[in-house]
């Protein structure tokens, strides 16, 4: 076995190139990262020297791979299998990753600064970034209802990278600013992600971790 992914069951980013290896069965091995340990900290600061999460070592090919999206371009690139992530069809693959970006950068992006905040002490929290950021997610929840009016998955018929990024970000959006009544389209394909079998192995294999999720409350 010569792929190992370091990660934390816990991470949003993380879950994205997970929800990619379970969809092909692709073999790898687990390495959960613990950066309030300082043996583990240290061994992964070696892989990943910005200890940012994910990263992926394949030692067949002596390559070190850093962040989701690149992770999972790099197993559809080298161990692809059954479902094609990325579509070798370029306009289609640019629709996907142009996905990818919107979910990673209008959905998790404003969805991590509500929860970071969440964390902060309290004379140093920021209300106005917090309130900017929950515009922020309505106005992406705008675009999603939209867009997916017609659709079943992100990007064309079949499911593909850009679910993998709907994946997580619409998950854990949804529990700093609910999506509520006004959003049933986004509702519905949020539900079809959670039914899809990769990404429910994910969440059941998070459900440990979900007490430290600062929105659960305990």
Known sequence: MSLTFHFHPLASFCWKPLIAFYENDTPFNPVIVDLGDQASCAAFLKVSPTGKMPALRDDARERTLLESTII??????????????????????????????FYDFYVQAPMQKIVGDRLRPK???????????????????DIVEKEMQEKIWAVGDTFTMADCSASPALF????????????????RYHDRLLARPSFARVVEEAQPYFKFFPYNNG
């Open 172 to 187: 854990y959006a949804n529990k700093v600013e609910p999506f509520g009544d006004r959003f049933p389209t986004l509702k």
């Open 72 to 101: 999972i371009e790099y197993l559809a690139a080298h161990y692809p299998g059954p479902v094609t992530l990325v579509p070798t069809d370029i306009d289609l693959a640019l629709q996907v990753r142009q996905a990818d970006r």
């Open 123 to 141: 004379k140093q929290t920021d209300p106005f970034g917090v309130e900017e950021s929950r515009a922020q997610l309505r106005n992406a929840y």
